[in-house]
Nanobody, 124 residues
């Protein structure tokens, strides 16, 4: 009933910028926390940035001062602006959303959803 679709990944040179977007769609009543994670092959998925519905944000130490998470609640969309990118930022980036939605029975429910992931590659 709910889908998250990420866009904006790609190849960028070190020092460059990319902006990721993640749009949620479906029978959504409300979205609570939204966040971005990333994963490199062979390593655990790690939290990059998170945003509460009230506007609070937090970041991994490795991206503080370089990445900015923001959201447009009217569009059910979360963004990740990535500046001054480094090769170590290369990963598959996933968005997540804690969503309250209407299920197929017409009842309200709540679940955490993940996007399909988008590859970000930072070259030297």
């Amino acid at each position: 009933q709910v889908q998250l679709v990420e866009t904006g990944g790609g190849l960028v040179q070190a020092g460059g910028s990319l902006r990721l977007s993640c749009a949620a769609s479906g029978s959504i009543f409300a979205i609570n926390d939204m966040s971005w994670h990333r994963q490199v092959p062979g390593k655990e998925r790690e939290l990059v940035a998170a945003s509460t519905s009230g506007g609070s944000t937090n970041y991994a130490d490795s991206v503080k001062g370089r990445f900015t998470i923001s959201r447009d609640n009217r569009k059910n969309t979360v963004y990740l602006q990535m500046n001054s990118q480094k090769q170590k930022d290369t990963a598959v980036y996933y968005c997540t959303a804690d969503v309250q939605f209407c299920d197929v029975r017409g009842l309200w429910d709540r679940s955490n959803y993940w996007g399909q992931g988008t590859q970000v590659t930072v070259s030297s």
